[in-house]
């Protein structure tokens, strides 16, 4: 079980920080990653970490801006996102995975514009 948090409405340029709460395996043995979607476009690996937290990758359209992180014993992973652009909205996964096992979070949407949210008018007829 994954449970990502830490999303919202961002402008360019600013940051924001994911986390994802794991529970339900043992998280210490297992490599850890974030992906994300964006509306219309496939699945997206962004970024691993090794089981230990000493090996990352990430994909070339972060890379110098996003930082992903573990701690084991919280059962916790990261992802730091700096220098945020309109292209990173997407909704962001975290997801677990070991040999054959492999879990994924819900999401949490990540939205990067320089446009605020918005106040819904209603008028009754």
């Known amino acids: 079980q994954l449970r990502e948090s830490g999303g919202g409405l961002v402008h360019p340029g600013g940051s924001l920080r994911l986390s994802c709460a794991a529970a339900?395996?043992?998280?210490?043995?297992?490599?850890m990653a974030w992906y994300r979607q964006a509306p219309g476009k496939e699945r997206e690996l962004v970024a691993t970490i090794s089981n230990t937290g000493d090996i990352t990758n990430y994909a070339d359209s972060v890379k110098g801006r996003f930082t992903i992180s573990r701690d084991n014993a919280k059962l916790t992973v990261d992802l730091q996102m700096n220098s945020l652009k309109p292209e990173d909205t997407a909704v962001y996964y975290c997801?677990?995975?070991?040999?054959?096992?492999?879990?994924?979070?819900?999401?949490?949407?990540?939205?990067?514009?320089?446009w605020g949210q918005g106040t819904q008018v209603t008028v009754p007829g």
């Open positions: 997801n677990a995975k070991l040999l054959n096992n492999n879990y994924g979070g819900q999401g949490t949407q990540v939205t990067v514009s320089g």
């Open positions: 339900g395996f043992t998280f210490r043995w297992y490599a």
